[in-house]
């Protein structure tokens, strides 16, 4: 059951990835000189914003929730992270999936937990999107929400990927995206 659990978390997350990528691209395709004038334009900055804010809001919701600390009925990363951790576990979702694609997983994760720029992520989200309260720090930069966002999606792929899953990459899943996301803002 244990094992399975890690599945079905794996699934779900390879779904965030998708989400994480195209959440991404919509932004990057609002932000283009084109779509601003189209914007301005039509005068429809104050709901140009407001998606705005959504898109950034859910962004760093998901990449945040992935690595939040696994309390009981918990099904993102980080728990089916932690109950890899267990020899047993592991060994039976790599009979079900790819064991080196599960060890790329597992040392991508630890890499990204590392990472010194989720630390400003997540404080951002508990102070200014979850809850409210003051900054001590400057909010983080794009680029680097972008860059763990990013790396994120790619090691829950390879997690979907090594538990057997998945055979698709997100790059499969997006064809297309970037100019629908453009349409839209047009």
Same mark, same amino acid.
């Given at each position: 059951?244990? #094992?399975?659990?890690?599945?079905?978390?794996?699934?779900?997350?390879?779904?965030?990835?998708?989400?994480?990528?195209?959440?991404?691209?919509?932004?990057?395709?609002?932000?283009?000189?084109?779509?601003? #004038?189209?914007?301005?334009?039509?005068?429809?900055?104050?709901?140009?914003?407001?998606?705005?804010?959504?898109?950034?809001?859910?962004?760093?919701?998901?990449?945040?929730?992935?690595?939040?600390?696994?309390?009981?009925?918990?099904? &993102?990363?980080?728990?089916?992270?932690?109950?890899?951790?267990?020899?047993?576990?592991?060994?039976?979702?790599?009979?079900?999936?790819?064991?080196?694609?599960?060890?790329?997983?597992?040392?991508?994760?630890?890499?990204?937990?590392?990472?010194?720029?989720?630390?400003?992520?997540?404080?951002?989200? &508990?102070?200014?999107?979850? &809850?409210?309260?003051?900054?001590?720090?400057?909010?983080?930069?794009?680029?680097?929400?972008?860059?763990?966002?990013?790396?994120?999606?790619?090691?829950?792929?390879?997690?979907?990927?090594?538990?057997?899953?998945?055979?698709?990459?997100?790059?499969?899943?997006?064809?297309?995206?970037?100019?629908?996301?453009?349409?839209?803002?047009?």
């Amino acid at each position: 059951m244990t #094992a399975q659990t890690v599945r079905d978390i794996a699934a779900e997350a390879f779904a965030d990835a998708i989400d994480i990528l195209s959440i991404i691209e919509t932004l990057e395709a609002g932000n283009t000189p084109a779509a601003v #004038a189209v914007v301005n334009a039509a005068r429809t900055d104050a709901v140009a914003q407001c998606v705005y804010r959504a898109l950034w809001s859910r962004l760093v919701v998901i990449v945040t929730r992935a690595y939040a600390d696994a309390r009981p009925g918990d099904r &993102h990363a980080q728990y089916a992270f932690d109950l890899l951790r267990d020899p047993a576990v592991r060994s039976e979702v790599e009979k079900m999936g790819n064991p080196a694609t599960l060890a790329e997983a597992i040392a991508l994760w630890a890499k990204c937990r590392g990472d010194h720029r989720r630390q400003s992520i997540d404080t951002f989200r &508990h102070k200014q999107i979850a &809850h409210w309260g003051s900054l001590k720090n400057p909010a983080p930069i794009i680029n680097d929400i972008f860059a763990v966002s990013r790396a994120t999606a790619a090691t829950l792929e390879r997690l979907a990927q090594g538990t057997g899953v998945v055979t698709l990459s997100l790059d499969s899943q997006l064809m297309g995206y970037r100019d629908k996301a453009d349409r839209f803002w047009k």
